[in-house]
């Protein structure tokens, strides 16, 4: 049974950093991608990154291109978002999906919530002073 657990969110301030954690059972890095979408009050569910450890691609909306960086551990089987400099506009529930990884999957159409099959129930992150 494929499970996603993501953890790590909280309050922090303007600046300041947040690293999340997606934690996956059921199934393994090596063969799915794992993307970060997060969904603001009243406002869509937007993809902001993607790792697939099975051809080595990474993307990231350009919003947060520069401040977070997305990782994959697989003896964890946990992916990671480290978020830096962090944004007013950034609160938002984070979540975690996955889908079976095809070649190029994260570059082309990582940021496409429509691709993923798995999603887990979400971390509130809320960026504040």
């Known amino acids: 049974q494929v499970q996603l657990v993501e953890s790590g969110g909280g309050l922090v301030q303007p600046g300041g950093s947040l690293k999340l954690s997606c934690a996956a059972s059921?199934?393994?890095?090596?063969?799915?991608?794992i993307g970060w979408f997060r969904q603001a009050p009243g406002k869509e569910r937007e993809g902001i990154s993607c790792?697939?450890?099975?051809?080595?691609?990474?993307n990231y909306a350009e919003d947060v291109k520069g401040r977070f960086a997305i990782s994959g551990d697989s003896a964890k089987n946990t992916v990671y978002l480290q978020m830096y400099d962090l944004l007013p506009e950034d609160t938002a529930v984070y979540y975690c999906?996955?889908?079976?990884?095809?070649?190029?999957?994260?570059?082309?159409?990582?940021?496409?919530?429509?691709?993923?099959?798995?999603w887990g129930q979400g971390t509130q992150v809320t960026v504040s002073s």
């Open positions: 790792i697939s450890k099975s051809d080595g691609s990474t």
């Open positions: 059921g199934f393994t890095l090596e063969s799915y991608a």
């Open positions: 999906a996955a889908v079976l990884a095809i070649q190029d999957m994260c570059v082309v159409d990582g940021l496409f919530e429509g691709e993923y099959d798995y």
